[in-house]
């Protein structure tokens, strides 16, 4: 049930700030970052002081948008295309990061897809575009992550309540989080010894465009009472759980999913 962007096709870059590393900040990697609960996070981030890699796939102008508001806060950001599925696409994401700010910090894998749909009804090329965003997506990702983050890092992945919950038409979406999580404890143990943690949130319900549209008032009453605090998630709810894990107070956090659902599922 998270909002992510849906990535496509063809990297590219959009930079609205000089190219000279004059500090020695922070810096995050925040792929999905320009809509719904991504684009909380590349604000969150900014506001806590990272120079910020925005990444998106086809939204130019969402992505620009959001460049232009951390800016205009004070933040520094850019914004660079690449769809998180292709290899190449990324590690050019991650070059530019570096060659822009000297190094990477923090990457958050916020991009992904939903599809809902019964298991027996569901078109399988949707499954296998669902499938390459979310599981191939956050495996590249994570694969450049473990071989750039500086030591002190962070990677934190987006899995989903639905992994608990098991809410029917959720098979493939749940399925395909189910492997970020994974994937979360085993590349936790994998990094031993370089101080980088690696951990996983999994939103509920949360009012975001996506999670919204195509939903009636009385669906979207059930699923806001479903949790004992009886409302939905917002963006900045699960953009304080990311910026928790990357900032200096989580470093004991690692290997682990936190389900930031207001109490809807362990």
Do not use: C
Not at 13 to 38: E, H, K, N
Not at 138 to 151: D, G, K, M, S, W
Request: glycine fraction near 10%; avoid cysteine; aromatic fraction near 4%.
């Amino acid at each position: 049930m998270t909002d992510n962007d849906i990535t496509t096709t063809s990297p590219a870059a959009t930079d609205t700030t000089d190219t000279s590393r004059t500090d020695a900040r922070r810096v995050a990697i925040v792929t999905g970052g320009s809509r719904g609960i991504g684009n909380a996070v590349s604000r969150q981030l900014a506001a806590d002081g990272f120079a910020v890699v925005v990444n998106y796939a086809g939204n130019v102008a969402a992505a620009d948008e959001t460049v232009i508001s951390i800016t205009a806060d004070g933040g520094t950001a850019i914004a660079v295309q690449a769809d998180v599925a292709d290899e190449s696409g990324v590690a050019a994401l991650f070059d530019r990061a570096e060659q822009k700010f000297g190094g990477i910090d923090v990457v958050v894998n916020s991009a992904g897809r939903m599809a809902l749909s019964p298991i027996a009804d569901l078109d399988l090329q949707v499954l296998d575009e669902l499938h390459r965003t979310n599981i191939r997506g956050t495996f590249v990702v994570a694969q450049q992550a473990a071989r750039r983050l500086r030591e002190g890092g962070s990677f934190v992945g987006f899995s989903t309540t639905v992994v608990a919950t098991q809410f029917p038409e959720y098979g493939a979406y749940a399925a395909s989080k189910g492997a970020v999580e994974a994937m979360t404890l085993i590349l936790a143990r994998e990094l031993r010894g370089r101080d980088i943690t690696v951990n996983a949130v999994a939103p509920g319900p949360t009012a975001t465009a996506l999670f919204l549209d195509g939903k009636t008032p009385e669906q979207i009453d059930t699923l806001a009472n479903t949790p004992p605090l009886e409302r939905l998630g917002t963006p900045a709810d699960i953009a304080n759980v990311v910026a928790f894990l990357a900032g200096p107070d989580g470093r004991w956090i690692n290997g682990q999913v936190l389900r930031a659902n207001g109490g809807m599922a362990a």
